[in-house]
Each structure stands twice: as C-alpha cells, then as structure tokens.
C-alpha cells in the first residue's frame, strides 16, 4: 500500500483539488431547491448558479495552459486553489441571488486554472504506459466528492443552513496548498510561446456571450430579442476564432488537435456523453424534492449511491480496457450509461428506495468506466510539448458540456410546464426530459464507432520503468514520503 501511494503521490495530490471542485458542485446541486426558497427565486432559474460557474471555467480555462508553461505548472495550481477558496468563502457570505452568481464565477476563475493545470501536472510526470492507473488514482478522491456531497449537502442544508457548504471547501483547500508546496514538482515546458492575444479576446467573450445566451432562454429575466442578439453575437465571435485558429500558428485553442483520432473522439463523444450525464446532479435532486417531496438530506442519501459505484469501478477499468479495448468500451458502454440515465423517468412516489439506490449505484460502475476511458484515451497520442494545449482544449469541452446540459435539462422542463399549462413543476414534468438527456449522452457512441480497434494501444501497454525526467521528477517528490 506504501509503495502504491508513492507512485501514486503525485496523481493523489493533483486529486485533493477535483476532490473539492466535485464535493463543491453536488453538495450545491443537491441544496439548489432550498437555496431557491430562501431567495425567493424559481428553482429552475437556479441554473444560474450552476451555469455561470461553468460559464467562468470555459472563459478562463483556454489560456491555463499557456499560464502553465509560463508561470510553471505547480505555481499555477496552487494559486488557483486560493482563488477557488476565496470565491467559496464569498459564496458563503452572499446575501442573494445576484452577489452568489458573482461568487461563484471567482470560484469558476479558480477552477478554470486548478483541473486543467492539475491534469497537466498528471500527464507530464507519468508515462503512458501506467496513465490508465494514474487517471484511476487522480480521480478516485475526486470521486468522493460525489459520495460525499449528495447525503452531506442534503444534511447541511435541512439540519443547519445551506451557507455552511461552501466553508468546507476551505479546510480541504488548505491541506491542498501545504501538499503542492511540498511534493509536486515544477514542471513547464522550456521554451515558452507568446500569448495569442487575439485569440483570447475571440474565444474568451464568445464564449462568455455564447453560453449567457443559452442560460438566459426560458428565464424570462431579459426579453428574447436581447437573449438573441447575445447568443448570436457569441457565435459569431467563436466562428471569427475558429477562422483565426486556422490560421495562426500557435492558437490559445488549437483546433488541428481534432486532427488526431483519438484526441477528436476523446473531446468530441465526451462532450456529447457528458452533456447528457451533466444534467442529472441538476434534475435528480429537483424530482426527488420538488416532484417528491423528499428532504434535502434524503435526496441526497439516494443519489451517493453513483458516486460509490464510481469509485469501485476505478480498481477495475485497466482490465477492462486491456480485454476488449477502448473502441468496444467506449461504443458498447456510452449505450449502457445512456439507458441507467433515463431510468429516473420511471420512477414514482411509490418506487422502493432499495431499488432506486441500486440504479443509482450501477449506474455509477458504467459512468466511471466511461469517463476513466475517455480522459486517458484523449491524451494517447498526443505529442509532449502539445500536451498544455490538449488539456486546456479538453476542459473546455467537458465544462461546455456541463453548461449545455443543464440548460437542455432546464428548458425541458419549462417546455414540459408549459405544456401541462403552466402549472408548478410537479413529477409528470421529468420523464422527458430524463430520455432526452439519456439520448445525448447515448449518442456518442456514433463517434467512438469511428475509432480503430487498435485506438489507445500505447495505453494498454504493460508498465514500463520511467525514463530519466520522469524519475528525477518523481524523486522530487518522494523524497518528503
């Protein structure tokens, strides 16, 4: 075990921060409904807390791997942290609506350098040959968060107030820092490019215009025209970058990544896949509370279940991978993940907890296959000195899909009120939308089809010994074991 967390130090530091972006997120979404009576709003326009820290993390996200190579990987994520624990402490201090949304876009600069930079940490320091472990190891801390958050959100929120969830990201934070400043190693490219200017200011507000567009529809806070005009502006913009992308030599984002098959599929079905599992920490604890009646806590206490499953499945992934490769996996699995998303639209009041708990915990084992296959078949074939690049393009994708499909879940249910007459969102209102998410998320499956049976084979290569930077980075942090 001792010789596990040494290989693994570094992979299990980098952790400690997704630990706290994900406990962060589900401990939200699962008090969203009692967030929304204390304001005063509709639960539903409560995406805004949900969409506008992924709005922040997308703007922000393109120019971290620059930052890193710039200011040096470990400098970056650790001054990232501090942000992400000074926007929770606002978050905890807000006094409505408008000053959380504001709160938790700080938090969203802050993780917009934290994932990608710590991922890049990751894939600089671990050969490719053991990745499939190191990914396992990053992320099954950060799958505790989801464990956690649910029955603790829940706990929080109908026991105390829902304020104190935003201060346990701080205790965690701390521990984060003093691990960074002792154990990880100062990795950055040696020779650092300009910075794409005019790329940031192209990608950043279209981006930023495009996705406040998308949220605002079927709030009803602006007229249409004005929704409209900023979305289409935003588009614009993001159609004005991809022409400058093209053309530049060294853009923020670089697009001639998606060249690469397995890079293209990793964003590309991952986005698609995570649009649709995106939405569930934003549907399931409406249903249960709203459509239910259930409390916070015992929503919550339901939907941990994923996260347990999750966590299990880590263990098991490189056996898998290595027995049917990645092509089959992720075709075949995309399917199976789809069908365990749409479960939800048939239950009721009367469904035995026993029987949701288990979905629930099923559905975590095929979801953290997925995305455990996912994040590393992205980097297989990625050259080194592109790879700030790839992983900043790669989170931009995956928090675009996080927006996308809680702004698809939302506009379903309005939709579905609307049709029922207007009436308060009530269970008969989230069937649909259950299958209609599960169906985004299913579709991926067209795009792993288009993958090699050989795609990823770099990966399921038995470990080898590290070569010479590898093992002096490594040193550098064993050394305080």
Not at 264 to 269: E, I
Not at 437 to 461: C, D, E, I, N, R
Request: proline content about 5%; aromatic content about 8%.
């Amino acid at each position: 075990m001792i010789a596990a967390l040494r290989r693994n130090l570094i992979p299990l530091i980098v952790a400690t921060g997704l630990f706290m972006e994900n406990l962060d997120a589900t401990v939200l979404a699962t008090s969203l409904p009692a967030i929304a009576r204390d304001l005063g709003a509709n639960p539903i326009h409560l995406k805004l807390v949900l969409t506008t820290y992924l709005l922040a993390l997308a703007v922000f996200i393109p120019a971290s791997g620059w930052m890193a190579d710039r200011f040096g990987a470990k400098n970056v994520f650790r001054a990232a942290m501090v942000v992400f624990a000074l926007g929770s402490i606002a978050c905890a201090m807000s006094t409505g609506l408008g000053s959380l949304v504001f709160a938790r876009i700080l938090q969203g600069i802050g993780g917009a350098m934290m994932v990608p930079v710590g991922r890049l940490i990751v894939l600089r320091t671990i050969p490719k040959s053991e990745l499939i472990g190191a990914i396992a190891w990053l992320t099954v801390p950060a799958l505790v968060g989801p464990v956690l958050g649910p029955p603790l959100g829940g706990f929080i929120t109908t026991y105390f107030n829902w304020r104190w969830i935003f201060w346990i990201n701080i205790p965690v934070a701390v521990a984060g820092i003093v691990l960074i400043t002792k154990y990880i190693p100062d990795v950055r490219e040696k020779q650092n490019e300009g910075f794409d200017l005019r790329g940031f200011l192209l990608i950043g507000p279209g981006l930023s215009l495009f996705l406040t567009g998308v949220t605002l529809m079927g709030i009803n806070l602006v007229t249409r025209e004005v929704v409209l005009a900023i979305t289409l502006s935003g588009a614009a913009l993001l159609v004005a970058y991809v022409v400058h992308a093209l053309r530049d030599d060294m853009p923020i984002i670089d697009l001639r990544l998606l060249t690469i098959p397995t890079y293209r599929a990793g964003v590309l079905g991952g986005f698609l896949f995570r649009a649709g599992l995106g939405a569930g920490p934003f549907l399931l604890p409406l249903l249960f509370q709203e459509g239910f009646g259930m409390t916070a806590f015992q929503s919550g206490m339901l939907t941990f279940a994923t996260g347990v499953g999750a966590i299990f499945m880590k263990t098991q992934v490189g056996g898998i991978l290595r027995r049917y490769g990645f092509r089959r996996v992720l075709m075949v699995n995309a399917l199976i993940a789809g069908t365990f998303t749409a479960l939800p639209a048939l239950f009721t009041e009367a469904t035995p907890v026993l029987l949701m708990t288990t979905l629930f915990l099923v559905g975590g084992l095929s979801r953290s296959l997925q995305f455990t296959s996912i994040n590393t078949l992205a980097y297989a074939d990625v050259p080194p000195e592109r790879l700030s690049k790839a992983t900043s393009f790669a989170a931009v994708g995956q928090e675009l899909a996080g927006s996308v499909g809680v702004t698809i879940a939302a506009l379903g249910l309005e939709a579905m009120q609307r049709f029922a007459g207007g009436a308060a969102l009530e269970a008969t209102h989230f069937p649909a939308v259950f299958v209609l998410v599960a169906l985004v998320s299913a579709s991926s499956a067209f795009v792993f089809m288009q993958l090699t049976p050989a795609a990823g084979a770099s990966l399921l290569q038995k470990p080898e010994a590290r070569d010479e930077p590898v093992k002096e980075a490594a040193k550098q942090s064993q050394g305080h074991l």
